[in-house]
């Protein structure tokens, strides 16, 4: 995962090795988030992920990179099926286990998570990521603009002009797969 690093100048070289024994590499441009020494970094673009630390807590620190670590793995699909989505609601970020999305909706260029009871979150991932990263993991495109959790699904209902309704266990709401995905969904459940 590539960081940017704010931290006092004596520091840096020490935290630059102790980030990359961890899978992370410090960058000026292009980074997935910034790795901050506490307070001496905030971002004024509220899209940016900060990671604040402090130097006398060090352990838990480390701690938590190998969480991270672990949860980036398994978000580029080299991890178990317990594997994470990172979502955010407000100001707040949650890791969000694949078994418990019921399924991801793009709407005006963003893209949500919904979860059980109808919890929503952003993510960060494009839509066709999405599919193309949880597409071993059970998730399915059902149209233009909805991948679904195939294990969140209860019941499958022929509709009208060869579509498909899906009722969902966890949420109110009513999916329907679009005609030009009937085919993509009915091969990923053994239809075809």
């Known amino acids: 995962m590539d960081v940017r690093l704010d931290c006092p100048s004596e520091h840096r070289f020490l935290?630059?090795?102790?980030?990359?024994?961890?899978?992370?590499?410090?960058?000026?441009?292009?980074?997935?988030?910034?790795?901050?020494?506490?307070?001496?970094f905030v971002p004024e673009d509220h899209s940016v992920v900060a990671i604040l630390y402090r130097r006398d807590r060090l352990e838990d620190f480390d701690r938590f990179l190998k969480e991270l670590a672990v949860f980036r793995d398994q978000s580029?699909?080299?991890?178990?099926?317990?594997?994470?989505?990172?979502?955010?609601?407000?100001?707040?970020f949650e890791l969000l286990k694949h078994r418990d999305i019921c399924f991801f909706r793009a709407e005006d260029e963003r893209v949500f998570c919904?979860?059980?009871?109808?919890?929503?979150?952003?993510?960060?991932?494009?839509?066709?990521?999405?599919?193309?990263?949880?597409?071993r993991k059970g998730f399915v495109r059902i149209g233009k603009s909805q991948i679904v959790n195939l294990l969140a699904v209860n019941e499958i209902v022929p509709w009208l002009g060869g579509r498909i309704l899906l009722r969902l266990d966890a949420v109110p709401e009513k999916l329907e797969v679009s005609r030009s995905y009937v085919k993509q969904f009915k091969a990923a459940l053994g239809m075809i």
Request: charged residues 30%; proline residues 2%.
């Open 15 to 40: 935290m630059t090795e102790f980030l990359a024994q961890r899978g992370f590499r410090v960058v000026e441009d292009g980074f997935d988030c910034v790795i901050a020494e506490r307070d001496s």
């Open 76 to 92: 580029q699909g080299g991890g178990p099926v317990g594997a994470f989505i990172l979502g955010q609601n407000h100001d707040c």
């Open 114 to 135: 919904v979860l059980a009871g109808g919890r929503e979150f952003e993510v960060r991932q494009k839509l066709y990521e999405l599919e193309k990263r949880l597409q």
